[in-house]
C-alpha cells in the first residue's frame, strides 16, 4: 500500500517517525518492507525490513529523514512459497519525533545513522495517524498497488478465518 503524497517544510531537516503493528500468519509468511518513494525521480530508499514469523501483533518504528520534501511511504509485503497466510497492519503513525529502529534488526544495511541531537517541531499532530477504523476512509488515504496481491480491510467483528490475526490490534477484541 501507497502512503499518500507527504509534504515536508524545503531546507528543514526534520526528523519522522513512522509507526505500526504488525502480524503474521503462516510459519513463512515473507517479508515485511518500508520504503520512501521519491515521485519527482522515480526513486527510492528501503527504511525497514524484517523477516515475518508468528501469529502475535509486534510493534515496528523507523527513523525517517527524507532527502525530498514530496514523497510517499510504501508498505510492501512479499510472500515466500505461496503457502496460505496472512500480513496484517494496524495504528499506522507517521510524527514528527525523534525514535529508534524496532525491532532493531529491521534497519536495513544501507541505512544512514542519524544525527539525533536537533529536532524541529512544525505542528503537534500526526501526519498519519490511522487505525483503520473509520468506515467513511476505511485505508486512510493509502492506495492499493495492482500487483498481484491484495491488501483486506477486516475488523475484529468479522467471522475469523485462518486468513487474519486472531485478534484486532486497535479494538483488541476478535
Not at 503493528?21 to 518492507?33: D, E, F, R, V
Not at 494496524?90 to 534488526?105: F, N, R, S, V
Not at 544501507?110 to 477504523?133: D, G, H, K, P, Y
Request: some cysteine.
Amino acid at each position: 500500500i501507497v502512503s499518500p503524497m507527504l509534504l515536508t517544510p524545503p531546507e528543514t531537516d526534520l526528523d519522522m517517525c513512522f509507526k505500526f503493528h504488525y502480524s503474521s500468519g503462516s510459519q513463512h509468511a515473507g517479508i515485511l518492507s518500508v520504503l520512501i518513494w521519491y515521485p519527482m525521480d522515480n526513486s527510492q530508499e528501503k527504511v525497514w525490513k524484517i523477516n515475518l514469523y508468528g501469529n502475535n501483533w509486534k510493534e515496528a518504528m523507523m527513523p525517517l529523514q527524507p532527502s525530498s520534501t514530496n514523497f510517499l511511504l510504501v508498505i510492501q509485503a512479499e510472500v515466500w512459497d505461496a503457502r496460505e497466510g496472512f500480513i496484517a497492519l494496524d495504528k499506522l503513525t507517521l510524527e514528527q519525533e525523534i525514535c529508534q529502529y524496532m525491532p532493531p534488526g529491521a534497519k536495513p544495511q544501507n541505512a544512514e545513522n542519524r544525527n539525533t541531537n536537533t529536532l524541529t517541531f512544525l505542528q503537534s499532530e500526526a501526519i498519519i495517524n490511522c487505525s483503520f477504523e473509520d468506515n467513511e476512509h476505511p485505508i486512510c488515504g493509502f492506495e492499493q498497488v495492482d500487483n498481484g496481491a491484495t491488501w483486506l480491510r477486516i475488523n475484529g467483528s468479522d467471522t475469523p478465518t485462518d486468513l487474519q490475526p486472531d485478534i484486532d490490534h486497535t479494538m483488541k477484541n476478535s
